[in-house]
């Protein structure tokens, strides 16, 4: 049999994607629509978004369909994101991609996000395959963990607060850069010094120890308080706007110096030294740079393509081949799941190369 075609929907936050993947790695169409009317909100708004996919499903759908050049019944499969999310969002993407699979009588594949942010990475090269390192930085998310073969996933490390990217998201907020916040942060600490402020990192001191609890877990909320308290500082004299790049600057370097080093930490504990980075803020240049100049020579690093770095289709289907060929068929009155469980996702026991 020739390699299957997926069709992957994604719609967990507010970005409608498809995407129909051919095999492992061979994109055919995918169309990413991000939704602009939460702008001037500062953030995603559900109910806004539920509605904005609800609008533009079917014409994204046909539209990856086109640039495949491929139609409805040559599908072997569709794969759609079930969780995690928000749950008015991922019910759009989820019952559209029921009422195809069913009409076409075609296996339909539920997908957990954040497995799918693991498997983005080896659409664009092939060697970002286990075992390795990975970091899953997104903006409801942050993961360490040890991956040795694919569906196998050992946790040693999350937020205890804010995620990484909600946490470059809060302080764009105040800093008045704007949503989404990664990207403009990154723009403007282009321009500054990353020693200007010596903003804290939480969690990462030279005395702890593999056996602590807090040893490979981050957090967010205090480097953002002391982000927050600097600003008013520099606002009450005057002197924010003059400041922002190197608020920006430092505060970037803070969040990368506490991601980079607990990773380095996962490689040398698990001796292996190839890292695969997910999520959004895996775009981030900073954090790139960062665990790049940590890996020793022999090391590997692989990150994703922007368009494979934030939320996307194709990582859908790749995610959903591997559970299709596994045999996993949702029934058709699978649900959508907020708080869809990590599938093969086990708290770190032991781990090595
Ligand atoms: O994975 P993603 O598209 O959505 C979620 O699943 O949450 O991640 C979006 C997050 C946002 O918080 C955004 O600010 C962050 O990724 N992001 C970045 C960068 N580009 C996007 N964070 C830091 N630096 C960047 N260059
Ligand atoms: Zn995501």
């Not at 020739?2 to 169409?29: H, K, M, N």
């Not at 205890?160 to 990207?183: Q, W």
């Not at 001191?205 to 002391?226: A, E, I, N, W």
């Not at 996962?266 to 895996?282: F, I, P």
């Amino acid at each position: 049999m020739s390699e299957p075609l997926i069709l992957g929907i994604e719609t967990s936050c507010d970005e409608t994607s498809a995407a129909v993947l051919r095999g492992e790695r061979t994109v055919l169409g995918h169309v990413i629509l991000s939704q602009d009317a939460h702008r001037v909100y500062g953030g995603v708004v559900p109910e806004i978004a539920s509605r904005a996919h609800l609008q533009v499903i079917d014409d994204v759908a046909d539209g990856a369909l086109r640039e495949a050049g491929v139609a409805l019944r040559d599908l072997d499969a569709i794969a759609a994101t079930a969780g995690p999310g928000l749950i008015g969002a991922l019910h759009v993407g989820l019952a559209w991609s029921k009422a195809a699979a069913f009409g076409l009588g075609i296996p339909l594949v539920p997908v957990h996000h954040m497995e799918a942010h693991l498997f983005a990475t080896s659409l664009d090269d092939a060697r970002a395959a286990p075992p390795f390192v990975a970091l899953l930085v997104s903006g409801g998310h942050t993961m360490l963990l040890w991956v040795p073969a694919w569906g196998e996933y050992e946790l040693l490390g999350e937020t205890r607060d804010d995620a990484a990217g909600e946490a470059f998201d809060k302080v764009a907020r105040i800093l008045g850069l704007g949503y989404p916040g990664g990207p403009a942060i990154q723009r403007a600490a282009e321009l500054g010094d990353p020693e200007a402020y010596a903003f804290p990192r939480p969690m990462l001191t030279s005395r702890q120890q593999p056996s602590d609890d807090d040893y490979y877990d981050v957090s967010f909320s205090g480097l953002k308080t002391s982000v927050l308290t600097r600003v008013q500082a520099l606002t009450a004299d005057s002197r924010l706007e003059a400041e922002t790049a190197n608020v920006a600057a430092s505060f970037q370097a803070a969040a990368v110096d506490v991601l980079a080093s607990k990773t380095m930490r996962a490689v040398a504990e698990t001796g292996c030294a190839r890292v695969v980075l997910g999520g959004g803020v895996a775009a981030s240049r900073a954090l790139k740079a960062a665990i790049a100049a940590a890996l020793p020579a022999e090391g590997e690093l692989y990150a994703p393509s922007l368009r494979h770095a934030t939320d996307n289709a194709a990582m859908i289907a790749r995610a959903g081949l591997f559970h299709l060929q596994r045999g996993v068929r949702a029934p058709l009155d699978v649900a959508a799941r907020a708080d869809l469980p990590f599938p093969g996702l086990h708290r770190r026991a032991g781990v090595s190369c």
